[in-house]
């Protein structure tokens, strides 16, 4: 399967820094949003090692030297979403050791990954980075929100809580480097040619609903570059109060010539 993709980062206009870190890799199959959390410079630490652990993790992979596992991983999985897992988790080991070092005590970040495998697009996360698809044009968010507003929503009382206590409203409840371990979300999505991935951070959605979103993705006339710089703009435009963070993959349509030649070797059985 085919993918053109395209990614920005923006410090928005009310932070002094930069906190999200991005690594958008076709060539690895591998897209990451991480954002940072810390006093000072730690989040922005934390974000970064984070992605750089994942990308270095995934250059051995590629390269057929994939790293050990840290811990059993269920064994219902593939190869591929076991060392997806792995890479988070060692991400969170790496970052959890960091915090031995006074200035970077209680750093931490979310992180939120696709991992292309073939027709399967592995979408993992910790944290409320939001990964979303839009299927023939409706967006749907397939990650799982680890925040404390997100626990209330499902216990049904998410109106009230909000309401009530809304210094609350961006807790996370897991979070990379805040313990030895983490507990990781993982599924499988199989998008359709015409269709679109999407990874962002809470930059953008706590500044931009998701019908205006779902809008700009279905957008025919731009290019998916343009598409990333116009939720960046809204965002800002809608008051910029966080980092922004934002990768869009775009699931290619087939050449007739490529579909047709697939079909007959098919059904040759060549």
């Known amino acids: 399967m085919q993918i053109r993709a395209a990614g920005k ?13 991005i690594l958008v890799s076709p060539e690895l199959g591998l897209f990451v949003i991480a954002d940072g959390m810390g006093g000072h410079v730690a989040g922005e630490v934390a974000s970064r090692l984070a992605v750089e652990t994942m990308g270095d993790y995934w250059q051995k992979v590629r390269g057929g030297n994939p790293p050990p596992f840290l811990h059993r991983v269920h064994d219902d999985l593939p190869e591929e979403a076991k060392h997806l897992i792995n890479s988070i988790s060692l991400a969170n080991s790496i970052i959890h050791e960091a915090q031995k070092k006074p200035e970077y005590h209680s750093m931490g970040t979310t992180i939120s990954a696709i991992l292309v495998e073939g027709d399967c697009f592995w979408c993992a996360n910790v944290g409320d980075s939001p990964v979303y698809v839009c299927d023939r044009g409706r967006l749907v968010q397939i990650s799982e929100e680890h925040s404390v507003e997100a626990e209330q929503r499902s216990l049904g009382r998410g109106d009230t809580w909000s309401s009530t206590n809304p210094m609350l409203k961006n807790i996370l409840t897991r979070a990379l480097g805040i313990r030895e371990t983490v507990k990781i ?13 999407l990874i962002c951070s809470d930059g953008l959605t706590n500044y931009v609903s998701e019908p205006l979103i779902q809008d700009i993705l279905n957008e025919s006339s731009i290019s998916i570059q343009r598409k990333v710089d116009r939720l960046v703009n809204e965002a800002n435009k809608h008051g910029g109060g966080d980092n922004i963070s934002v990768i869009i993959l775009e699931i290619l349509k087939e050449r007739k010539w490529r579909r047709l030649r697939k079909t007959f070797f098919d059904r040759d059985g060549s």
């Not at 923006?10 to 930069?18: P, S, W």
């Not at 599924?187 to 991935?197: A, K, M, S």
């Open 9 to 21: 980062t923006d410090r928005g206009l009310r932070r002094k820094t930069n906190q999200d870190y």
């Open 185 to 197: 979300y993982i599924t499988p999505v199989r998008p359709e040619p015409g269709d679109y991935l």
